[in-house]
């Protein structure tokens, strides 16, 4: 018997993940959906995101005012990127040049989540509303407590509360050792210099064209590329912590021995002395460690809670993937309940969920923390050896982009379809 209530979901969190769920299951009719962000506005912290084919492909299959979010946000196709040797025997020479034809977008991240929550009714929008705890009050029924001592009831809850947020906690239980992100071992800082001075700092054939620029140091990277139309270059500077960062240590202050330490054992050239300029152009310069989810989580849900992006699966940046994720993992959620007619079926829907998406997801977290020791020339028997780096990258992309969307709904629908 189908009921002839709408399902209730509350979605904690409005960052990309929540916010582009909660636009894709507007279509459904039987599904009444609420958004609770624990901070008191809506909004992305840094400048840009990349969404690369997969993703873009994932809100096309979602449809809707999803089809075109990112052209609406003035996302446009990234330009080529160069990947070179900064250290060891083949320094200053090119590994290889990524073409502009892979076709990724890359958007500003505000305008991006605008853009994501802009249909949704502003009385489904919560701010200010912090979960702590997550009541099973009977079978299919769940209390919401916020921080405010208020609650809100619904038959599903689904985290995307990022990297630091409660669901994830709730689904495993507080004593997983998987529930907290640990530190990956890098950090990474950005100095915003104007193009002129830019030039003065680099040479002015690394702007003649339009590209992103990486460089694989000696325990470090070093990457450049144009922002704002044209106006600034932003330059990043990544190092692997040797045991200088304690667990759960979040940022430091940079000076000039510290800029000096990451470059040391790279090779002598004009560029290494340029990077500690550039670096130091930033008279706030800061490191801000990476963290990702090292420990896999043994599923995505329980009962009637699942958890997405983030929450689930925080990764290293180092393959640009985690908002691409957080997307698909919202493509797979909108196809499941748009068949979840029912709040009975709920647990199924995730269940299928979970066995669809957290093997795929998992993998991209270890690959991206691989990629990262390949990029620092750290890879295990690759090291700073410019033929094997080169032999070991495209593949660590390819089953990332290569991705066949409409497939992928298939395959969740007929998992789903086996539970019931
Ligand atoms: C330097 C860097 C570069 C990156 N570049 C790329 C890229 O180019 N391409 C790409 O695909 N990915 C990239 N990523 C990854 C991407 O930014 C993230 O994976 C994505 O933004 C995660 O979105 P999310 O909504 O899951 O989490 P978040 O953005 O963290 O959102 C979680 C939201 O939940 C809220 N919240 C937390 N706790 C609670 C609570 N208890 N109650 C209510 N609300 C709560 C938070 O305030 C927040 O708004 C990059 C990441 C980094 C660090």
């Keep these: 018997m189908l009921s002839d209530q709408p399902i209730r979901i509350a ?8 916010a582009t769920l909660a636009n894709s299951l507007l279509k459904h009719k039987h599904l009444d959906v609420d958004i609770f962000e ?16 997969n993703g ?17 946000a003035g ?56 979960v702590v705890r997550i009541e099973d009050k009977e079978k299919g029924s769940l209390t919401i407590h916020f921080d405010d001592s208020t609650t809100f009831d619904a038959e599903a809850v689904i985290g995307a509360d990022g990297i630091r947020g409660y669901v994830r906690s709730h689904v495993l239980g507080e004593d997983d050792p998987a529930v907290a992100a640990k530190s990956a071992g890098f950090w990474d800082s950005r100095s915003l210099v104007p193009l002129q001075k830019a030039k003065e700092l680099l040479g002015e054939e690394y702007f003649r064209v339009n590209r992103q620029y990486g460089w694989v140091g000696d325990c470090g990277f070093f990457m450049h ?4 139309g044209g106006d600034t270059v932003q330059f990043v500077l990544c190092g692997m912590s040797d045991g200088d960062w304690t667990e759960g240590e979040w940022s430091k202050p940079l000076d000039r021995a510290a800029v000096e330490k990451v470059v040391e054992s790279w090779a002598e050239t004009p560029l290494k002395k340029s990077i500690v300029e550039a670096m130091l152009q930033n008279p706030d310069l800061k490191a801000f460690a990476e963290q990702h989810h090292e420990l896999n989580a043994s599923t995505y849900t329980k009962g009637h809670v699942c958890i997405m992006g983030d929450a689930a699966h925080s990764m290293t940046p180092w393959q640009g993937s985690g908002a691409g994720q957080a997307i698909e993992d919202a493509m797979v959620l909108e196809t499941l309940l748009g068949e979840t007619k029912d709040p009975t079926g709920l647990a199924a829907a995730f269940k299928a969920y979970d066995q669809v998406r957290r ?44 991705q066949d969307q409409a497939q992928h709904r298939k395959e969740a629908l007929s998992v789903l379809k086996s539970y019931w």
Excluded at 56 to 63: I, K, N, R, V, W
Excluded at 91 to 118: P, T, Y
Excluded at 366 to 375: A, Q
């Design 11 to 18: 979605i904690i969190g409005g960052g990309l993940a929540g």
């Design 225 to 228: 590329d144009v922002l704002d």
């Design 38 to 53: 624990s901070t008191p506005e809506f909004s992305e912290q840094g400048a840009a995101v990349g969404i690369a084919t």
């Design 75 to 130: 996302g446009v196709i990234m330009t080529s990127s160069r990947l070179c040797m900064a250290a060891g025997p083949s320094a200053m020479s090119v590994i290889f040049d990524l073409a502009a034809e892979q076709r990724g977008k890359v958007v500003h991240r505000a305008a991006l989540l605008a853009e994501l929550l802009k249909p949704i009714d502003n009385i489904k929008k919560h701010t200010n509303k912090k």
């Design 359 to 402: 093997p795929r997801t998992q993998k991209i977290v270890h690959s991206s923390y691989g990629t990262g020791l390949i990029t620092c020339g750290r890879g295990e028997g690759i090291s700073l050896d410019i033929n094997k780096i080169r032999e070991s990258m495209p593949g660590r992309w390819a089953f990332i982009y290569e």
């Design 56 to 72: 873009q492909s994932a809100l096309f299959e979602m449809g809707g005012s999803l089809t075109d979010v990112i052209e609406r």
